[in-house]
């Protein structure tokens, strides 16, 4: 952790149980970075609502813009080089994608929205699946949206806001690519994107930072999804 944002260990951090209730001290940072050791496989991905595998293990599903770093962030957390594909071709997941981490935990890779060349029916196709999987995913626990750190919350960010609040599951706000911006920029967006945060329904008033490429934030965000 270098960029002083969420650790538990820092000076002008905040402390480890900040606002939104998660643990995040040394010890529960460590054990689940174990946890996430532990095998984790592609199980399925799902191009239709209808193509989606039942499942009772708990889940977590990460949502945001086309190329904010979904996959890339999924990577990083499991310790896989290629286990969600990334690429900076955007618009490239166009399923959710489920892997399973030691049948305790699944991840769901949700397709990015807001790509400036998606058709319509693209566009309408993102909104039927991701409503109706939010809506019935008995299991879901947790949704995390992924906000590139450089742009902050654009226009296709609120729209999608509107369908996730819709679903009525908790979601959490995740800052990626942290490393793109200097640490002044990073915490005004930070702080911008809480301020919406708050007056959404069922969203944590708390945004994390992370950086895949450089693995800030990593470890607590490994702790929050065991937190689910
Ligand atoms: N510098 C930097 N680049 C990143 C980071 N995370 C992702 N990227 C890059 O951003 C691009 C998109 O990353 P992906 O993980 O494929 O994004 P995605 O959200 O899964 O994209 P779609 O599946 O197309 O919606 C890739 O070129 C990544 O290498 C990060 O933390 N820092
Ligand atoms: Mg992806």
């Known amino acids: 952790m270098t960029n002083g944002t969420n650790s538990g260990a820092g000076g002008d951090l905040p402390p480890p149980e900040a606002e939104d209730g998660f643990i995040l001290d040394a010890e529960t940072l460590k054990a689940a970075e174990k946890i996430f050791r532990r095998e984790c496989r592609f199980v399925a991905g799902a191009d239709s609502f209808a193509r989606i595998p039942k499942s009772h293990i708990p889940e977590v599903a990460f949502a945001g813009r086309s190329n904010v770093g979904k996959s890339s962030l999924i990577n990083a957390v499991t310790g896989r080089k290629n286990l969600a594909r990334s690429s900076n071709t955007p618009g490239r997941t166009q399923q959710i994608n489920f892997f399973n981490l030691d049948e305790q935990l699944q991840l769901a890779d949700l397709p990015g929205y807001g790509y400036a060349?998606?058709?319509?029916?693209?566009?309408?196709?993102?909104?039927?699946?991701?409503?109706?999987?939010?809506?019935?995913?008995?299991?879901?626990?947790?949704?995390?949206?992924?906000?590139?750190?450089?742009h902050g919350l654009l226009a296709a960010d609120f729209k999608a806001l509107d369908i996730i609040d819709g679903g009525g599951i908790p979601y959490i706000g995740v800052l990626t690519k942290a490393d793109k911006i200097k640490k002044s920029e990073l915490e005004a967006v930070k702080a911008s994107v809480e301020d919406v945060f708050r007056t959404r329904k069922t969203s944590f008033p708390r945004v994390y930072v992370t950086s895949a490429e450089k693995g800030w934030g990593i470890p607590e965000l490994r702790a929050i999804l065991l937190q689910a």
């Open 117 to 150: 060349k998606a058709t319509r029916s693209k566009v309408h196709a993102w909104n039927t699946m991701v409503s109706q999987y939010l809506r019935t995913r008995s299991n879901l626990k947790r949704l995390f949206v992924l906000i590139d750190a450089r």
